[in-house]
T-cell receptor
Framework: GQQLNQSPQSMFIQEGEDVSMNCTSS?????WLWYKQEPGEGPVLLIA?????ELTSNGRLTAQFGITRKDSFLNISASIPSDVGIYFC????????????FGKGTKLSVKP | NAGVTQTPKFRVLKTGQSMTLLCAQD?????MYWYRQDPGMGLRLIHY???????AKGEVPDGYNVSRLKKQNFLLGLESAAPSQTSVYFC???????????FGPGTRLTVT
């Protein structure tokens, strides 16, 4: 079946640093979504991307829909302690009733 | 709006017992989903529904049944619980015309 490879698996950074993570697939996707999950909570939608090359921001977060349509990137600028959590990418390739495929997540730890 | 709610928040079952998890959404969304989340495995789709009265199998449906008798509710049943079903279960919903799914807070289930 379809798979998304998300990297890195985990990151340990200092407060104030910028963060980059990405998601890749061997197949073309028509939608990319980025979620954040905090401990004990459900995933919360951060950014949705619908067009190849699209660059969208949400505060300090910026995500891009790769031009090849096989990847997406999420950047967090000037990280703060409340950025801690697991970030998931998700994508739809046009099949299965619009269902999403999820990456396994990037766990972000921020040291004050 | 409460969004997506799940009942209960926590549950402990003995092997062989049965239970039902309830998901409710007040956003008038057509689509609803049940996922399980296990360490290192990301989110895996169990069953989903494209509308009231309809259900379909996802990636890992074995051992689970679902029902969608009302548009706002999606029930997940375990007829005979097994330790392998120990997991965190998330419900999500999405509207027609978009791929953005909105998640509930989760149910942590332990089967001993």
């Amino acid at each position: 079946g379809q798979q998304l490879n998300q990297s890195p698996q985990s990151m340990f950074i200092q407060e104030g640093e910028d963060v980059s993570m990405n998601c890749t697939s061997s197949s073309i996707f028509n939608t990319w979504l980025w979620y954040k999950q905090e401990p004990g909570e459900g995933p919360v939608l951060l950014i949705a991307l619908y067009k190849a090359g699209e660059l969208t921001s949400n505060g300090r977060l910026t995500a891009q829909f790769g031009i090849t349509r096989k990847d997406s990137f999420l950047n967090i600028s000037a990280s703060i302690p409340s950025d801690v959590g697991i970030y998931f990418c998700a994508g739809n390739y046009g099949g299965s009733q619009g269902n999403l495929i999820f990456g396994k997540g990037t766990k972000l730890s921020v040291k004050p | 709006n409460a969004g997506v709610t799940q009942t209960p928040k926590f549950r402990v079952l003995k092997t062989g017992q049965s239970m039902t998890l309830l998901c409710a959404q007040d956003m008038n969304h057509e689509y609803m989903y049940w996922y399980r989340q296990d360490p290192g495995m990301g989110l895996r789709l169990i069953h989903y529904s494209v509308g009231e009265g309809t259900t379909a199998k996802g990636e890992v449906p074995d051992g689970y049944n679902v029902s969608r008798l009302k548009k706002q509710n999606f029930l997940l049943g375990l007829e005979s619980a097994a330790p392998s079903q120990t997991s965190v279960y998330f419900c999500a919903s999405r509207p027609l015309g978009g791929y953005e799914q909105y998640f509930g807070p989760g149910t942590r289930l332990t089967v001993t």
